[in-house]
Structures are given as C-alpha cells and as structure tokens.
C-alpha cells in the first residue's frame, strides 16, 4: 500500500505516541508496587517487628514475654482477612490498635504484609 507522506507522518505519530505511553505505564507501576511494598516493610519495623519478629516468628523477647503469635501459626492462618485487619485497627490483649495512627488503607496493606510473612 501506498499512503500519501502526510498520512503515514499521522500514523507514525499516533504510533509512537501509543508507544510512549504504553512505556510509562510499564515504567511507573513498578516503582509504585516497590514504593507500597518499602511503606509496608517500613511501616511494619516501626509497629510490628518489637514484638513480632521481623520474620514475623514472634520469636523477640517482648513476642515469647506477651506470649504472642506466629503469622505462619495455625491459628493465625485460620483467621479471615477480615479478622486479621480488626485486630489490627482494635488491638488485641497488650497490643494497641493502630486505626487512629495508621488509618484502615494502611492497616489492610500491613494484613497482606503479615501473611506474606506467614508464607
């Protein structure tokens, strides 16, 4: 096929636009996955890891002291999503809730970090 120089100029425009912006889209979504996954991990050193363990073993002196659970416990694997972010926003025994401070987005973001943990 021959198109006339005016034509194929628009179609190689609107080509490398929608390339470019396909190679944004690429770009930007790994840098916002890897930014919420060092707001978890960060976020987790600071509330979580005293008590909890870094790996989440609760395996600390403060965690074998308040007798706390393992993310990769049975019981804690039970436990629903659901159950596992409400403890989380209300606290449970010693540990206090974290719904005021983190809000429930953040909140949810630590339950998947947890049971990542409990892998």
């Excluded at 996954?37 to 073993?57: I, N, R, V």
């Excluded at 993310?71 to 804690?76: A, L, M, P, R, T």
Aim: charged share 25%.
């Amino acid at each position: 096929m021959n198109f006339p120089i005016p034509t194929m100029k628009k179609m190689l425009v609107a080509i490398l636009a929608i390339c470019a912006l396909a190679l944004a889209t690429l770009l930007s979504t790994p840098s916002q996955a890897t930014t919420a996954a060092a707001f978890d991990a960060s976020t987790y050193k600071s509330k979580c890891a005293s008590c909890h363990g870094m790996d989440g073993k609760a395996t600390t002196a403060k965690g074998k002291e308040l007798k706390v659970r393992a993310f990769n416990s049975d019981e804690v694997k039970k436990m629903s999503d659901q159950k596992l972010l409400e403890v989380i926003l209300k606290g449970k025994g010693k540990m206090e809730g974290y719904e005021k401070t983190l809000g429930k987005e953040k909140c949810q973001a630590l339950v998947a970090y947890c049971r990542n943990l409990g892998k």
